[in-house]
């Protein structure tokens, strides 16, 4: 009867993680040698694990990564100008405590969306929410808000994400509203969060691509200042796989 009701208590207050450590006990003859401490040490680190994958869970579910990657699995063999210290000093992800940005730049299959969604992924994993986009993306669900009038939910919600990861920039030309809402974005989280661009187009001609100077300078101006910059070289990956 006590353990039924200890059961109810566990469930009540949501301890999900020392409820099933606590069964996993009960049906361990060899538990009851612990003494009382080990075994509540036990339930209590099954609870805080429990709650880091549910929150790891969540973090990873709300990121909507592209593609599955983590920073272990990094290829260093293939030549496309890797440097594993480099690449350990952005894995740190100092760069997102200091709420500084990213710029990933290199040729069509260069494995810059995999990079994105690794460090987004160790992002997760080190408690930071994440959001993945791609640019095109980001415009039209802005484009949408603007008109069924969500649009400060949805910068205010761009504005909450530690990491913001902008995929497929300079993809296609831009409109003068495009460029007014990038500018909104990030003019907004400017020294205050961390946005990863991945872009098939070298920097030297982001300017161009954003088109009006003001609007230009004003965005490379918060985008690029003390921004990490890593630009992949050599053939795809895709094409050498294969």
């Known amino acids: 009867m006590l353990m039924q009701q200890t059961r109810e208590h566990l469930t009540t207050l949501r301890l999900t993680g020392m409820l099933q450590a606590l069964e996993e006990q009960l049906g361990q003859p060899a538990m009851a040698e612990l ?14 694990l429990y709650r880091e994958n549910r929150r790891l869970g969540r973090l990873l579910s709300g990121a909507k990564l592209r593609v599955s990657a983590c920073v272990e699995d990094i290829d260093y063999r293939h030549a496309r100008g890797l440097e594993k210290s480099r690449m350990a000093s952005l894995i740190s992800l100092d760069w997102i405590r200091q709420s500084l940005n990213l710029c990933l ?9 995999w990079l994105a969604c690794a460090m987004g992924n160790e992002a997760c994993r080190r408690g930071f929410s994440v959001r993945y986009l791609r640019l095109p993306r980001l415009f039209e669900m802005l484009r949408i808000a603007h008109g069924d009038g969500s649009y400060s939910k949805l910068m205010n919600q ?10 497929d ?10 460029r007014n809402d990038l500018m909104e974005v990030i003019e907004d989280r400017h020294g205050r969060r961390s946005t990863l661009i991945a872009s098939q187009l070298p920097i030297e001609h982001w300017h161009e691509y954003i088109g009006e100077a003001t609007i ?3 965005v490379l101006d918060r985008l690029l200042h003390g921004a990490h910059r890593l630009s992949l070289t ?7 796989q294969a």
């Open 35 to 48: 003494s009382f401490e080990e075994r509540l040490g036990i339930l209590v680190d099954r609870e805080i």
């Open 105 to 113: 730049t290199g040729p069509t299959g260069c494995g810059k969306t």
């Open 158 to 167: 761009l504005l909450k994400t530690d990491l913001l990861i902008l995929d």
């Open 169 to 178: 920039w300079g993809i296609q030309k831009i409109s003068a509203a495009q």
């Open 216 to 218: 230009a300078d004003a």
């Open 234 to 240: 050599g053939d795809s990956m895709r094409r050498s």
